[in-house]
């Protein structure tokens, strides 16, 4: 589903991602772990095309296609999105537009779906804003049932656990699976190792380097043992 | 002065507004184009009248006292031919304890050369309730220049609501001064919207004194302007009582060769009271757009929206 190809990605001076190489299988649930600052967050805006994020060397190769020229717009019509770690509010946009944005057909049982797949009820949410009367909770779910409602080819989840409480972990773990089985590929970002448990298979970058990838097991334990501080390299 | 009437009510049609307001026999309403009155309706209650002059009209409302008014009252003025002035002078007193919400909207939708100048001096007295809602349309040349004027003052308890759009057609020039003061315990809260484009140029200048102990107020403002229109939006709040508290909220948005500008005006003349502003001046947020078009939408698609819902 999607390639990672030798990756190098520099802003400014700094580099932030270091020749990163991995694939992603159509319909797994695919870990992207490692420490705050690690480049998790860089990898992701690379993969949607964010501006200030094209890759300096290495290809994004997305079902065959090499899409590293490609705008944000034009590859979430090929079946890319994003759910960003904090998401941005909308003044005078309802939740009820929000989440049909993306939708190809809108339609109000769906938009309905999705929010009851957040846990946040219909009759309460659909009229209201996505500004700042919404907590950063409530606007993380509203982001999340956006993404379930566009019903992607690769969601590319950042850190959708951040910020939530232990209780309500398990929910956005079923709602990761219940995303994947309506026919997503997901990648999942995370710097939490327990959230991490439902992933399949998963690459550790540390400092913007690669430092495991494979079975997610290994990976976790590799990441729960040895990461506290991920090796640097020249 | 059927076929006016007729015109005047396809003009309020195209601003968006339901032309079948008018029938309502609980609304008041006063229709005048240019300087004709096409249309009246007191109710039981109010006084809402005008008198015809040379290039307008002056148009008087006084609701008594207790009298909490159950259905909106409908303004429409405008002018309907290319060129042509109109001047209104609105003088409003609504009584102590009265209630009242007017929907007032200015059409001139075939502007080339016209000026429209409102002069507004309104009394709340204690306790009284006073919204504004006032929805302009123009023409797609930008001929035109509109100068409303308005002196508001609010007694003890009293409430003002006023709120100003200009968001179809052409703004032309925009010229906007209005001011409020608000006694113990009153409250003001002015909004304006407006979107320019082409060489439009748009001048807001709303102030608020809150001279009352705990009085409040909030002054907001929407603006949008793109290609080579202008804005300039002076916000200014005045809190001199204890208690007083105000908040200035001004978001313009730049796009093309346009330009904005913001100027909160904050005056504390008291340690118990406050004032906070925010003002946002600048091309749209790069975050919200990425966001919109990480759901498929182009950007010209994703700004539309974010200006659609900022001028809501």
């Known amino acids: ?234 | 002065m059927k076929k006016d009437y007729q015109a005047m009510l396809e003009a309020y049609r195209k601003s968006g507004g339901k032309p079948d307001v008018f029938k309502y026999p609980k609304s008041a309403h006063l229709i005048i184009s240019q300087n004709k009155i096409l249309g009246r309706q007191p109710i039981e209650g109010i006084f809402l009248d005008a008198k015809e002059t040379d290039n307008g009209a002056d148009v008087r409302l006084r609701v008594k006292k207790g009298v909490r008014v159950a259905y909106p009252a409908y303004l429409c003025f405008g002018v309907l031919p290319k060129k042509g002035r109109q001047e209104i002078k609105f003088n409003a007193l609504v009584e102590k304890g009265a209630e009242i919400t007017i929907f007032a909207r200015c059409v001139f939708p075939n502007a080339v050369n016209i000026q429209h100048i409102m002069e507004a001096e309104i009394v709340l007295e204690d306790g009284a309730s006073f919204r504004y809602d006032e929805i302009h349309y123009h023409g797609l040349t930008g001929g035109i220049e509109v100068a409303p004027r308005t002196k508001v003052k609010i007694g003890k308890g009293a409430r003002l609501i006023a709120d100003f759009s200009l968001l179809k057609g052409r703004v032309g020039k925009l010229n906007i001064d209005y001011q409020a003061e608000a006694d113990d315990n009153g409250i003001l809260e002015i909004a304006a919207k407006a979107h320019g484009y082409g060489e439009d140029e748009i001048r807001i200048k709303e102030s608020g004194k809150l001279f009352g102990e705990g009085a409040r107020g909030l002054i907001k403002s929407r603006v949008a302007v793109r290609e080579k229109a202008s804005s300039e939006v002076v916000s200014e709040l005045e809190a001199s009582a204890p208690g007083a508290q105000g908040h200035i909220d001004c978001v313009e948005i730049v796009q093309g060769e346009a330009k904005a500008k913001a100027v909160p005006l904050i005056s504390v003349l008291n340690g118990r009271a406050r004032i906070t502003h925010e003002a946002a001046v600048g091309k749209i947020n790069r975050k919200k757009m990425e966001t919109l078009m990480a759901r498929g939408l182009k950007e010209e698609e994703a700004s539309e929206i974010i200006i659609k819902g900022m001028l809501r």
Not at chain 1, 11 to 18: M, N, Q, Y
Not at chain 1, 125 to 148: M, N, P, Q, T
């Open chain 1, 1 to 234: 589903m999607l390639e990672i190809r030798n990756l190098t990605l520099k802003r400014g001076s700094k580099t932030i991602l270091h020749k990163i190489s991995f694939a992603v299988k159509a319909g797994e649930i695919y870990g992207i772990l490692g420490p705050n600052g690690a480049g998790k967050s860089s990898l992701a805006y690379t993969i949607m095309g964010r501006g200030g994020y094209k890759p300096n060397e290495g290809k994004i190769i997305f079902k065959g296609k090499e899409i590293n020229n490609l705008p944000i717009w034009r590859r979430a019509e090929m079946g890319i999105t994003l759910a960003w770690q904090e998401s941005a509010r909308f003044e005078g946009i309802t939740v009820k537009e929000y989440i049909s944005l993306g939708m190809k057909e809108k339609n109000q049982k769906e938009v309905e779906e999705s929010l009851r797949k957040v846990f946040l009820d219909p009759d309460e949410y659909l009229k209201r804003k996505v500004d700042k009367s919404l907590s950063g909770g409530e606007r993380k779910r509203i982001e999340l049932a956006a993404i379930f409602a566009m019903k992607p080819r690769l969601a590319v989840l950042d850190e959708p656990d951040s910020g939530i409480d232990i209780l309500a972990l398990d929910r956005i773990m079923e709602f990761v699976r219940e995303i994947r089985a309506r026919g997503a590929t997901v990648i999942l970002i995370t710097h939490r190792a327990d959230a991490a448990k439902i992933v399949e298979r998963a690459a550790l970058i540390g400092e913007g380097h690669l430092v495991k990838e494979g079975d997610s097991r290994e990976v976790v334990k590799y990441f729960e043992t040895k990461c506290l501080r991920c090796p640097r390299f020249k």
